[in-house]
């Protein structure tokens, strides 16, 4: 059999100066993979997500093992199958998670496969779920970012990186279900319960952010207030529904969002991955409010919480990796309300590029140009 290989965005070294599309931190190699092994997948990547959490990768704010081949946010066909995989065929289309999951270890067998043990720590060294690293550049071993490494051609992934979709979707859109619609739909649905007529704040419209906009329109929020800095995102959210926008540049920000919702919200989510907007999110919960996290701020970033406020107002504090979401039930079920017109994620889609782009795409993502930029194969 003649060796598999791919054109892959591979990362060096972190903390690159910008502008990235001078300093080219991510470098297009020709990398060999290994053919899939016991219950893994070879898969041609259609499409791939530019996500904040590649961009920490690139910036040093998410340490990770180097070099890595980068991308977590994907969609293709499967090409090739190894030993142990039964329920997928060759030409299927799937979607990529960014947390393989073992199926035993204690939270999965909780229904919590997000937090899973054994695919955190794969995840933490670069490794697949197996221990095992399938790609190569020159006989060297290249690390996995987060199971998947999709900014390629092709990708070696276990099976439990996977989940099937509907070959109606096209590739682009399918990419964003596995990343910034499962995180941020996930974050409303799922970590925050959200009820019809409870109110909600979204802080932080990226992708993700947005996504939770949505979420939050579709679970019949009301009132949903939209938080960013940046005036194009706010007008963005504007156009997705009924949204109230705050700019969170404004020194009474919080207050203006307390003004909104008679006193305070039921449900803060932050979604900027910043501590200054978890602490803005904070106080814009009303008394027995609760607070959602899914940004991912270095790993020093602390928060000051005033403990008699949260015991004497009976306020929640709550972490969301993955939206809390069981991939293979929510993307089909995410998918549906958008085919209903009801979950309509491809507003969240700022364009393709190609893979020789994405340095500068970086740089897009970095100054907030772009919502979600796709890089197509
Ligand atoms: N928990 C998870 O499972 C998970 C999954 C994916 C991404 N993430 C994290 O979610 C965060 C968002 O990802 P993204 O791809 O949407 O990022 P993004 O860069 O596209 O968007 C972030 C947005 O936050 C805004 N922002 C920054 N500081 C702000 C502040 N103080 N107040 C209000 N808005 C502010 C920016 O203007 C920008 O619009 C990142 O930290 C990312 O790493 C977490
Ligand atoms: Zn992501
Ligand atoms: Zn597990």
Not at 184 to 198: E, F, L, Y
Not at 245 to 269: E, F, H
Not at 312 to 329: A, D, M, Q, W
Request: charged share 20%; net charge negative; glycine share 12%.
């Amino acid at each position: 059999m003649s060796p598999i290989t791919a054109r892959a965005a591979v990362l060096r070294q972190s903390g690159a100066a910008r502008p990235y599309a001078d300093s080219r931190p991510l470098s297009l190699e020709t990398v060999t993979l290994d053919p899939p092994g016991l219950g893994e997948v070879l898969v041609a990547i259609k499409a791939a997500g530019l996500c904040h959490s590649d961009l920490s990768v690139i910036n040093g704010d998410r340490p990770r093992p180097l070099p890595m081949a980068l991308g977590h946010e994907a969609a293709g066909v499967v090409e090739a199958l190894g030993d142990g995989v039964n329920d997928l065929a060759v030409g299927d289309h799937v979607a990529m998670v960014f947390m393989p999951s073992c199926g035993h270890c204690a939270p999965c067998a909780e229904g919590r496969p997000a937090l899973c043990e054994p695919g955190a720590a794969a995840n933490g060294r670069g490794e697949l779920l197996s221990g095992r690293r399938r790609i190569f550049r020159e006989g060297e071993p290249l690390n996995h970012h987060l199971g998947c490494s999709a900014f390629a051609e092709r990708a070696v992934v276990s099976r439990r990186s996977l989940v099937k979709i509907d070959p109606a979707l096209s590739f682009e859109e399918a990419a964003l279900f596995g990343c910034a619609v499962l995180t941020g739909v996930g974050a409303v649905v799922n970590t925050a319960g959200v009820r019809a007529g409870q109110s909600v704040v979204v802080v932080g419209l990226g992708g993700v952010g947005l996504a939770s906009v949505l979420g939050a329109l579709a679970c019949g929020a009301s009132p949903v207030v939209a938080v960013d800095l940046s005036e194009d995102k706010l007008a963005l959210a504007r156009t997705l529904g009924p949204v109230h926008t705050v700019n969170a540049a404004d020194p009474d920000a919080v207050d203006q969002v307390r003004a909104l919702t008679n006193g305070g919200v039921d449900v803060a989510i932050e979604m900027a991955g910043s501590v200054r907007a978890l602490e803005a999110a904070w106080k814009m919960t009303r008394r027995g409010g609760l607070t959602v996290t899914a940004g991912l701020p270095p790993p020093d970033a602390a928060l000051p919480v005033n403990v008699v406020s949260l015991v004497g107002e009976e306020r929640t504090l709550k972490g969301s990796y993955i939206g809390t979401c069981v991939p293979s039930r929510d993307i089909p079920r995410y998918v549906a309300l958008y085919r209903q017109g009801r979950l309509p994620v491809d507003r969240l889609m700022s364009g393709t590029i190609a893979l020789d782009d994405i340095n500068t795409g970086f740089d897009r993502l970095h100054a907030g140009e772009v919502v979600r930029l796709v890089v197509t194969f």
